[in-house]
């Protein structure tokens, strides 16, 4: 034992300078079991709480939000329905309509929306929420009330400009609605229900949809709609639509809905449209319009095969209208439009709402077909005369206003039915009066509550008139009739 003691002693030694040398190079681990998998090694440490912000999750509409409700009012209209063959001509798209309608003219309410575009009062919204109104009332987003008059309307884009007196008030700027992109997220801004502002979101679902609600006597209505699937419902109709700048690009018009309500897509009018058709009725009473003079078809593969296209793509020329724009420019049938001023134009409403953009007398670049050769041209764009002369509203003629022709009524006439003054339709076209439900034959005798006893009677209230007017009368066979349109 003495011999093996040293031997013993020295492996002690050897083995605890072993251990602390292994101690000295490696570090502690922790094993944590995996989902009964096998076992990971993970380097041991303290768990240490570093405070952090929530991230942001999608979209922040707050400020665009705060922007727009307080320049977004609630408009209520009042107008009186005198009899059951009073018939309005627009569509209320999804407008809050209500009364009584008896013949003693109890009043009518409507309520919609509109939005304030400068700090002194001008205000935009739906032709179909005041067209036909009597009196027009406007509540601001802070409860202040005001009386507004109307300062000119257009049925072919559905759009009206009213006004209030008052200044220092909230407004939006335009945004570009031709930079609108597919899948962007837009906020509805409106009155549904008569709620106060109210603020839903949704993404842009589709561009220049045509949904053939606007009817106009000259066939010149321009729908090329942003389609999106915000919630939209009755009363919301004149709202803003706004990107997440705060910025409009839209005033909602319509929904596609089988009962009224909202049921996932809802239509705005493109703000670049608003902004042109704005400033036209603001400084000249009446919107410029624009054409190329021409009629036109969409490409499809039947035509492409027919006419030996080699793209399906464009918009096809049917027909070259005479001292047109297009014909002076050397546009021809069989051509096919691709682009205008840059912008690609694949259907009818892309054209139209390019074109719906500019005003007689504008310079645009269209770019054309012909024979599967590309052509550039510029084209002079003009009005519906074939000039590029500025048309003020009450240079617009009486039969183009109403869509009719009118006689003085005989005195045997007169004698006959007991009356002493009126003037009779004698022929109707497409028009105020014939989508009002008036019949060739009809003897207007009165034009809001004044005697009528000549055309120029008429021709002075209809060239002088915006907003709704009420004539009454009564037809050969004696019946007695109201009937209520918009100018």
């Known amino acids: 034992m003495k011999r093996l003691f040293p031997y013993l002693l020295v492996a002690i030694i050897g083995g605890l300078v072993s251990l602390l040398i292994y101690r000295a190079f490696t570090t502690t681990t922790v094993v944590h079991p995996v989902s009964g998998h096998d076992s990971v090694s993970v380097p041991s440490q303290l768990a240490n709480y570093v405070p952090t912000a929530v991230p942001q999750l999608g979209p922040d509409f707050v400020r665009a939000a705060e922007l727009t409700v307080n320049a977004v009012v609630h408009i209520k ?46 205000i935009v919204t739906n032709n179909h929420v005041v067209q036909d109104a009597e009196k027009i009332e406007v509540t601001l987003n802070d409860r202040r009330t005001y009386t507004a008059k109307l300062i000119g309307n257009d049925p072919s884009t559905d759009l009206a400009v009213i006004k ?64 999106t699937d915000a919630a939209v419902n009755r009363g919301n109709s004149g709202g803003a639509l706004v990107n997440t700048r705060g910025e409009l690009v839209g005033i909602n ?24 058709v704005v400033n036209d009725l603001i400084n000249t009473g009446a919107v410029q319009r624009a054409f190329l003079g021409i009629s036109i078809r969409e490409v499809d593969a039947k035509l492409a095969a027919d006419e030996n296209l080699k ?34 134009v694949n259907t009818t409403s892309e054209l139209l709402e390019v074109i719906g953009q500019h005003r007689p007398g504008d310079k645009v670049v269209v770019e054309y077909r012909r024979k599967n050769k590309d052509n550039t041209v510029e084209v002079t764009l003009r009005n519906r005369e074939g000039t590029t002369n500025v048309v003020k509203r009450e240079e617009r003629s009486m039969n183009e206003l109403l ?39 009809f003897i207007i005798m009165k034009i809001d509550n004044k005697n009528v006893t000549s055309i120029v009677d008429l021709e002075s209230v209809v060239k002088t008139k915006r907003g709704g007017v009420l004539i009454e009368g009564i037809y050969p066979n004696r019946m007695r009739a109201y009937y209520g349109f918009g100018l």
């Open 77 to 122: 209209t009042e107008y009186t329905r005198k009899s059951s063959v009073y018939d309005l001509f627009f569509y209320d798209f999804f407008g809050d309509r209500r009364g009584n309608q008896s013949p003693r003219g109890n009043p009518i309410i409507a309520t919609g929306s509109g939005v304030i575009i400068s700090a002194d009062g001008f």
């Open 311 to 344: 793209e399906i793509k464009g918009v096809y020329v049917a027909g070259v209208t005479e001292n047109s724009a297009a014909k002076e420019a050397g546009i021809k049938e069989g051509d096919v439009i691709i682009a205008i001023q840059g912008t690609h």
């Open 403 to 441: 869509g009719a022709s009118f006689s003085e009524v005989p005195a045997e006439t007169l004698n006959r039915l007991g009356i002493s003054n009126g003037i009779q339709v004698t022929r109707l076209s497409d028009g105020v009066l014939k989508n009002a439900g008036v019949k060739e034959g």
């Open 164 to 227: 209030i007196e008052s200044t220092q008030l909230p407004y939006l700027n335009y945004g570009n609605s031709d930079e609108v992109r597919v899948g962007e997220w837009v906020l509805a801004v409106g009155n549904p229900f008569n709620l106060t502002s109210t603020v839903t979101a949704g993404i842009v679902s589709a561009k220049a949809r045509n949904i053939n609600i606007l009817e106009t006597p000259d066939g010149t209505a321009i729908e090329s709609f942003i389609q």
């Open 253 to 276: 018009a319509a929904i596609a809905s089988g009962t009224g309500y909202y049921t996932g897509y809802s239509f705005a009018i493109p703000g670049n449209i608003v902004r042109k």
